[in-house]
């Protein structure tokens, strides 16, 4: 049984890299099929949170919903004020997700119950809470939040000029966020910039290990940074990336594109390695898995390729496009479609 998915990016660190996953495999994903879908009538573009008992996710009527994992059936509903695209975070028995009627909510897990929420001053566009030590750092309209989990109080703003559609990620030094066509590193207590490194229309999240930083950019320009300094260390060429965010596993790094690919480039050197075609953008963010990399496409397709060579594995058509980030967790792949279904497929 492979572990819980409780963040947009598996683990603080944004990797969407499910290294407890053993069941799926390349071997066997052929197989996958349709094990239920949950129909919401509206839109569903965020990745799912996973537990053994419930998933979470949201939708563009403003729902939060939690559907049993087994079944697909709902199991509570919470609704904010405006529509929900950012991803749901979880920890310790609490559901931590923003909603663009600028409030970050806390529900109970459990039963949805609200447990607090703290007005933000602006939308949560699609940027997700990434979880560390009793804190949540969200992005919205022109700034970087930092609040704390038990009572939702601010810590600090970081302001920006424009909206922050990027998620954060976290290592033990500092967060790492793209906007104001840079991609930055600040101080975790306050919120200060350690450095800034000059990218156009950058607005992936990135990924961090180590001394290593990845992103992309809307203009298709990837980069790998230092993580301490900001120094670039390599830069290749792609199709836009959007905003969609990278996967990172062993020494493969994976960028979506809306040039209708899946890229799979050497972590160390940024050289291409491979590239998946679909019928239309890929605007969702890769996961990985025991050796299958997942990823939805606009043209209503989620694929499972093999990450060494980009062989296609498995792929199955939904009821419309996507631009939902798959969640593979406890030996299956969910994920969501403007059709407005939640699918859940298992062998």
Same mark, same amino acid.
């Given at each position: 049984?492979?572990?819980?998915? @409780?963040?947009?990016?598996?683990?603080?660190?944004?990797?969407?890299?499910? @290294?407890? *996953?053993?069941?799926?495999?390349?071997?066997?994903?052929?197989?996958?099929?349709?094990?239920?879908?949950?129909?919401?009538?509206?839109?569903?573009?965020?990745?799912?949170?996973? @537990?053994?008992?419930?998933?979470?996710?949201?939708?563009?009527?403003?729902?939060?919903?939690?559907?049993?994992?087994?079944?697909?059936?709902?199991?509570?509903?919470?609704?904010?004020?405006?529509?929900?695209?950012?991803?749901?975070?979880?920890?310790?028995?609490?559901?931590?997700?923003?909603?663009?009627?600028?409030?970050?909510?806390?529900?109970?897990?459990?039963?949805?119950?609200?447990?607090?929420?703290?007005?933000?001053?602006?939308?949560?566009?699609?940027?997700?809470?990434?979880? *560390?030590?009793?804190?949540?750092?969200?992005?919205?309209?022109?700034?970087?939040?930092?609040?704390?989990?038990?009572? %939702?109080?601010?810590? #600090?703003?970081?302001?920006?000029?424009?909206?922050?559609?990027?998620?954060?990620?976290?290592?033990?030094?500092?967060?790492?966020?793209?906007?104001?066509?840079?991609?930055?590193?600040?101080?975790?207590?306050?919120?200060?910039?350690?450095?800034?490194?000059?990218?156009?229309?950058?607005?992936?999240?990135?990924?961090?290990?180590? *001394?290593?930083? #990845?992103? %992309?950019?809307?203009?298709?320009?990837?980069?790998?940074?230092?993580?301490?300094?900001?120094?670039?260390? #390599?830069?290749?060429?792609?199709?836009?990336?959007?905003?969609?965010?990278?996967?990172?596993?062993?020494?493969?790094?994976?960028?979506?594109?809306?040039?209708?690919?899946?890229?799979?480039?050497?972590?160390?050197?940024?050289?291409?390695?491979?590239?998946?075609? @679909?019928?239309?953008?890929?605007?969702?963010?890769?996961?990985?898995?025991?050796?299958?990399?997942?990823?939805?496409?606009?043209? %209503?397709?989620?694929?499972?390729?093999?990450?060494?060579?980009?062989?296609?594995? #498995?792929?199955?058509?939904? %009821?419309?496009?996507?631009?939902?980030?798959?969640?593979?967790?406890?030996?299956?792949?969910?994920?969501?479609?403007?059709?407005?279904?939640?699918?859940?497929?298992?062998?």
């Amino acid at each position: 049984m492979s572990a819980d998915w @409780t963040q947009r990016g598996f683990i603080k660190q944004g990797h969407r890299h499910n @290294t407890e *996953e053993k069941k799926l495999s390349v071997h066997n994903v052929g197989g996958l099929k349709k094990k239920w879908a949950n129909a919401t009538s509206h839109p569903i573009v965020c990745s799912i949170a996973v @537990t053994e008992k419930l998933v979470f996710f949201g939708n563009f009527a403003g729902d939060v919903i939690a559907a049993d994992r087994a079944t697909g059936v709902t199991a509570w509903k919470f609704t904010t004020g405006a529509f929900v695209d950012s991803s749901p975070a979880l920890h310790d028995g609490i559901l931590f997700i923003g909603s663009n009627d600028s409030t970050m909510y806390a529900l109970h897990a459990a039963t949805g119950a609200l447990k607090w929420k703290t007005p933000l001053g602006g939308g949560v566009l699609f940027s997700s809470a990434a979880l *560390e030590g009793g804190d949540l750092y969200v992005g919205g309209l022109n700034a970087v939040v930092k609040l704390r989990q038990s009572n %939702g109080a601010l810590q #600090w703003v970081r302001p920006f000029s424009g909206f922050v559609a990027s998620s954060v990620a976290i290592d033990d030094d500092a967060i790492y966020v793209s906007g104001d066509d840079h991609i930055f590193s600040l101080h975790k207590a306050s919120g200060a910039k350690r450095w800034a490194f000059n990218a156009t229309f950058a607005s992936s999240t990135p990924v961090v290990r180590g *001394e290593r930083l #990845w992103a %992309g950019t809307q203009n298709g320009d990837v980069f790998c940074l230092d993580a301490d300094t900001g120094k670039k260390i #390599w830069h290749q060429k792609i199709g836009d990336v959007q905003f969609a965010s990278p996967a990172l596993a062993d020494d493969t790094v994976f960028f979506s594109s809306i040039d209708h690919s899946l890229y799979a480039l050497d972590a160390d050197t940024g050289s291409i390695r491979w590239s998946f075609a @679909t019928g239309d953008l890929v605007d969702s963010s890769p996961a990985v898995a025991n050796g299958v990399v997942y990823v939805a496409s606009f043209d %209503g397709n989620v694929y499972a390729l093999s990450a060494h060579t980009g062989a296609k594995l #498995w792929s199955f058509t939904m %009821g419309g496009p996507s631009i939902s980030s798959p969640s593979v967790s406890h030996e299956h792949v969910y994920v969501g479609s403007y059709d407005g279904n939640l699918y859940s497929f298992g062998l």
